[in-house]
Every structure is written in C-alpha cells, then in structure tokens.
C-alpha cells in the first residue's frame, strides 16, 4: 500500500513557476513508477508524464516538453513536478499517481494509487 499527498499548488500568473510535491507514505516506495495527471475543469484526466522507480528516466507527453520536469528523491519518498512558463490553459486539479506497470503508463487504470489532487491555477 502506498499513499500520495500532493502539495504546492495555487495561483500564478502566467509566465510564472510552481513546484508540486507528491510525498508518500508506505512500503516500497522506491519500487514505483511516478505519474503525474491533471485534469482541467470540465475535462478528462490526461497524462502528463512519469518518471522511474530511480529517478534516472522521464518520460514526458510532448506538449509538457521543455517547461514540465521531473524530480525524485526516494531517501524522503518524495516526488516533484517543477513548472516552468505556465498558461492558462494549464489551469487544472494536478494528481500523483503509481504504478509497476512502466514508465510509458499512459492509462488511469494503469495506477494503482493516487493522491488527492492539488488545484494549479494560472492568470491571464
């Protein structure tokens, strides 16, 4: 079982940065895939990107290229989303999610666990 707090979201104003955590609890945390997803206001949740078990790969939708980065430090079992140049349409609830099913895990189904959501909000 692992559990997943998100944390760091609020309002920016475009152009700006925001840094989100997914800290968890649980065993063995290090043996996760860390997605992150978000889901606009009236909209499905999308995929945004992952990054591996070790921290040493990322994988990241094209359109988060460039601005999107991922971080992890498992010795405080802790994930971050570093975002850069936000938009407006970025505006969206952002979830941490895990998985053994591979870096490249797209699907909501394909995540076992799931935090609560933190809202990111982004000003024209």
């Known amino acids: 079982q692992v559990q997943l707090v998100e944390s760091g979201g609020g309002l920016v104003q475009a152009g700006g940065s925001l840094r989100l955590s997914c800290a968890a609890s649980?065993?063995?945390?290090?043996?996760?895939?860390i997605g992150w997803f978000r889901q606009p206001p009236g909209k499905e949740r999308e995929f945004v990107g992952a990054?591996?078990?070790?921290?040493?790969?990322?994988y990241y939708r094209d359109f988060m290229k460039g601005r999107f980065t991922f971080s992890r430090d498992n010795a405080n079992n802790t994930v971050y989303l570093q975002m850069n140049s936000l938009k407006p349409e970025d505006t969206a609830v952002y979830y941490c999610?895990?998985?053994?099913?591979?870096?490249?895990?797209?699907?909501?189904?394909?995540?076992?666990?799931w935090g609560q959501g933190t809202q990111v909000t982004v000003s024209s």
């Open positions: 999610a895990a998985t053994t099913a591979g870096l490249r895990s797209e699907r909501v189904n394909n995540y076992d666990y």
């Open positions: 990054i591996s078990p070790s921290g040493g790969s990322t």
């Open positions: 649980g065993r063995a945390f290090s043996g996760y895939v």
